[in-house]
């Protein structure tokens, strides 16, 4: 890598993290004191709704954003095309989803679903106005201005949600919290982002990006059917309340992969493009990507799965122990999911989309195959059939990217084994001494500190790259 690559890539992923990290905290904080607040209903209300909100923001969006990223050059026409359709997209799809609102309260039978959904598809209106901005930000690689807008944005919304949950609004503080956190973001972006949209509305700028953001669409839906269809589906197939369970786990975990997929998002794609027209270049800095990845996402997905238990009993009490199980199967998809966000940047800056989409659409078809098949043995044994599929797809991006830029079968194992033997065995052994410990708060804190050392301590014998990298960059910033 090129030093000004290098130093460029660093630095996004630095304010990535910490801009995700930030976030996260919020999150935590906020999702504590919202979970001991509401009930797994309150939860399961807004679970079943995000299915929607989730696919509606995939057709507001279309794939413009990540088509103008991977754009050569960027002209202000292509972001007013994306901005004016965005907007006209998100007003209908909103006013279609409004009429709908009786239908999905009828499909659950919840008619608090009618003015709940209403409210919370808002959030699609909101959003549609920053997609020019947010594309603005990503293709600039302005890592540190967009984070510190979303940190402002979710501590804002974190206590709206939480005032409005401590007065008794249930579910209504939930949807709030979302909807503020979007609004926010969008005037954010709004007011710092040096572009500004024209009333001339012109969408011949869409047609050269659409033969590259329609793949991405098709896939982005496939994306969010995967992700929802469990919450989704359980509040039909079981209860409101068994919904409310899955997605506090799913949250959590969620919250947790966020932290690297976050500081990738911001990076993976700009960085790659660069590189994309030397192949020996771009296979090392794919390479040295993922032993990053691996080097950061293994211990802390999996480690948050070893402490589950503690952690749900501690911080939102035992009222939520049914999500235990599933935070611990969802946590192994989770260690594995910022490996998927570094194929499908690699893919889309070697404008190969259709390779993740035609992945995409195959996963989410045999997805609901499984779901179908498993559903008698009950929402277990339906995850894990989630998370098995999920991996194997891994694999199957690897035979692509080995053809594309070389990475062999080998050297994907090289890049993230070393990582995972060295998580496994210090979580493994972390868990056996806590075993022996009944109070809850010193098993806690004994899994973390000695699964930490354990991993840090073999980072440091065996010479890790990436440690001793990692290491230096942050004491050099430090020391600035």
């Known amino acids: 890598m090129g030093k000004s690559l290098k130093e460029k890539t660093a630095s996004g992923l630095l304010w990535g993290g910490i801009g995700n990290g930030m976030m996260q905290v919020a999150s935590f904080v906020f999702g504590i004191f919202l979970s001991r607040l509401l009930s797994p209903e309150d939860y399961g209300m807004v679970g079943v709704l995000t299915i929607f909100t989730a696919i509606a923001g995939m057709f507001v969006e279309a794939g413009f954003i990540t088509a103008i990223v991977n754009k050569k050059e960027a002209t202000?026409?292509?972001?007013?095309?994306?901005?004016?359709?965005?907007?006209?997209?998100?007003?209908?799809?909103?006013?279609?989803?409004?009429?709908?609102?009786?239908?999905?309260?009828?499909?659950?039978d919840k008619p608090e679903l009618t003015p709940?959904?209403?409210?919370?598809f808002l959030s699609i209106i909101f959003s549609c106005l920053g997609i020019s901005a947010h594309a603005h930000y990503m293709r600039n690689m302005k890592v540190k201005e967009r984070s510190i807008i979303q940190i402002v944005a979710i501590f804002s919304a974190g206590i709206v949600g939480v005032v409005?949950?401590?007065?008794?609004?249930?579910?209504?503080?939930?949807?709030?919290?979302?909807?503020?956190?979007?609004?926010?973001?969008t005037i954010g972006v709004w007011i710092l982002c040096p572009w500004k949209p024209s009333l001339k509305i012109d969408f011949i700028p869409l047609k050269d990006m659409f033969s590259f953001s329609s793949k991405l669409l098709v896939t982005t839906f496939f994306i969010h059917v995967n992700n929802n269809v469990f919450s989704m589906l359980l509040g039909r197939l079981f209860s409101i309340k068994q919904a409310g369970y899955?997605?506090?786990?799913?949250?959590?975990?969620?919250?947790?992969?966020?932290?690297?997929s976050g500081m990738l998002n911001s990076v993976v794609q700009p960085v790659l493009r660069e590189s994309r027209d030397d192949r020996e270049r771009l296979l090392k800095v794919f390479r040295k990507m993922l032993r990053f990845t691996a080097f950061v996402s293994f211990p802390l997905m999996l480690g948050l799965g070893a402490i589950a238990e503690e952690f749900i009993v501690i911080t939102i009490t035992d009222k939520w122990m049914d999500s235990v199980v599933l935070i611990k199967i969802l946590c192994v998809w989770g260690a594995f999911y910022p490996v998927q966000v570094l194929f499908t940047g690699l893919f889309n800056s070697l404008s190969k989309p259709q390779i993740y989409?035609?992945?995409?659409?195959?996963?989410?078809?045999?997805?609901?195959v499984c779901l179908v098949l498993a559903f008698p043995y009950g929402i277990n044994v339906m995850v894990i059939s989630f998370v098995v599929l999920n991996l194997l797809n891994i694999l199957f991006f690897r035979l692509y990217a080995g053809k594309y830029i070389g990475l062999t079968f080998i050297d994907f194992m090289l890049d993230i084994l070393p990582f995972l033997l060295a998580t496994l065995l210090s979580v493994g052994?972390?868990?056996?001494?806590?075993?022996?410990?009944?109070?809850?708060?010193?098993?806690?804190?004994?899994?973390?500190?000695?699964?930490?050392?354990?991993?840090?301590?073999?980072?440091?014998?065996?010479?890790?790259?990436?440690?001793?990298?990692?290491?230096?960059?942050?004491?050099?910033?430090?020391?600035?």
Request: aromatic share 20%; glycine share 6%; proline share 1%.
């Open 246 to 260: 899955y997605s506090q786990a799913n949250k959590w975990t969620v919250m947790g992969y966020s932290i690297i």
């Open 164 to 185: 409005l949950a401590w007065f008794g609004f249930g579910y209504w503080g939930i949807a709030s919290q979302t909807l503020v956190y979007i609004l926010l973001s």
């Open 116 to 120: 709940l959904s209403r409210y919370l």
């Open 76 to 108: 202000s026409r292509d972001y007013n095309a994306v901005f004016w359709f965005s907007l006209f997209m998100g007003v209908g799809i909103y006013l279609i989803l409004f009429f709908c609102a009786p239908l999905i309260a009828r499909f659950y």
């Open 357 to 368: 989409m035609w992945n995409t659409m195959a996963m989410g078809i045999l997805q609901i």
């Open 429 to 480: 052994v972390a868990v056996y001494i806590a075993d022996a410990i009944s109070n809850i708060y010193i098993s806690l804190l004994t899994k973390i500190v000695v699964a930490v050392a354990i991993y840090v301590s073999i980072m440091y014998v065996t010479r890790s790259v990436i440690f001793r990298e990692v290491v230096s960059f942050l004491f050099k910033h430090q020391l600035k």
